[in-house]
């Protein structure tokens, strides 16, 4: 089995990005929301993605972004994969020019298997916590046990993920990646390096 690839979302900052990248994140991610605390604007992602090193993946995460409104985005920064993070249709996923992944906010007795043929045309599904009234970023992870073995696409699982339950996640799991937030950071939208470190460290060990 291949080493689970790895996604630090929520970068507000070069040097977050860059201690991201020097752990060996696959990936990093910007959220275009604006009532998250870890939003940023275009102009901010395009400068920290100008200074990041060849063969990391650039995420935009959105929440139900207005159709208009994202393609002029995507006309500014470089993204390299879409992160549909709110209650968005196939049909509305589709039509960017990007692969992109959508997210799946999990409760128990859920259906993750259906849900997930719902979207055939997404490169993968992440898989986040359900909780009311907020559409992510909640730091609270669901029951991995009802996470599929046999999914038709790729599965990210996210939600709640820190440097000491990430280890217990791939073994119980085996996603094909995993995605964090909160769980690395200092403060809301501020990265710590050694957290992200020994998250990415514990992820593969
Ligand atoms: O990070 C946010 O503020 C956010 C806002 C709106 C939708 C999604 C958001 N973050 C994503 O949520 C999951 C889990 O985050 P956490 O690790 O539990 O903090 C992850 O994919 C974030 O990218």
Same mark, same amino acid.
């Not at 929301?33 to 060849?54: D, E, F, G």
């Given at each position: ?69 994202? !393609? ?32 799946? !906010? ?64 791939? !073994? ?34």
């Amino acid at each position: 089995m291949s080493a689970v690839r790895i996604k630090i979302c929520g970068i507000t900052r070069i040097e977050d990005a860059l201690a991201a990248v020097a752990a060996g994140a696959d990936a990093i991610g910007f959220v275009f929301y604006a009532k998250s605390p870890r939003a940023v604007t275009p102009a901010q992602a395009r400068s920290i993605i100008a200074a990041l090193p060849p063969f990391v993946t650039t995420v935009g995460l959105f929440v139900d972004m207005p159709r208009a409104e994202l !393609r002029q985005l995507l006309g500014e920064v470089p993204l390299d994969l879409l992160q549909f993070h709110g209650d968005e249709s196939a049909e509305d996923c589709a039509g960017f020019g990007r692969p992109y992944i959508k997210a799946l !906010r999990v409760k128990p007795g859920d259906d993750i298997a259906a849900a997930v043929s719902r979207y055939p045309e997404a490169s993968g599904l992440l898989l986040d916590t359900y909780v009311p009234g907020v559409p992510g970023g909640t730091g609270e992870a669901f029951d991995w046990s009802l996470v599929p073995q046999d999914a038709a696409k790729p599965l990210i699982l996210a939600g709640g993920l820190t440097p000491d339950n990430v280890g217990e996640a791939v !073994r119980q799991v085996r996603p094909y990646a995993v995605d964090v937030s909160g769980g690395v950071e200092a403060a809301k939208g501020i990265k710590d390096a050694a957290k992200i470190q020994a998250f990415i460290q514990r992820a593969r060990s």
